[in-house]
């Protein structure tokens, strides 16, 4: 059997601790009540905003619309076929919008302002 000597361990534990992030991420999620005819019902979005996109735990997204005491109404993005009761729903934090520049001239874009033409993805001039 093989013994740990006390310095060991308490490298170990400087590693650890030297490591530690005190980083806190408070995330807004909300479950869905109700799913159907493209509109989701969530409950517990309480600090989402007017025109917000959601993120479904599947991936699909959404715009909170629908702003009410007790829940919110999301516009469905996406099909929404896997979306279910009781699923999570996530606040992203950014509005819907789409950008503008002359990448998107002559482009057909969806509602979420990707391309769908077939053409591939913008080159975005960089203004950084």
């Known amino acids: 059997m093989a013994t740990i ?19 806190v991420r408070v995330v807004n999620t909300g479950t869905v009540l109700q799913v159907g005819d493209g509109i989701a019902r969530i409950h517990g979005l309480d600090e989402v905003m007017a025109g917000e996109l959601v993120e479904f735990e599947e991936g699909t997204i959404g715009i909170a619309l629908n702003l009410e005491s007790n829940n919110v109404g999301v516009v469905l ?14 606040a992203t934090g950014r509005i819907a919008q789409i950008p503008v520049s002359e990448a998107y001239l002559g482009r057909v874009i969806n509602s979420l302002a990707k391309p769908i033409d077939g053409r591939g993805k913008f080159q975005l001039p960089n203004f950084g």
């Open 5 to 23: 000597r006390a310095d060991e361990i308490g490298n170990i534990i400087r590693e650890r601790i030297e490591q530690y992030s005190r980083e």
């Open 77 to 90: 993005m996406g099909d929404g076929l896997i979306i279910q009761e009781g699923s999570s729903v996530k």
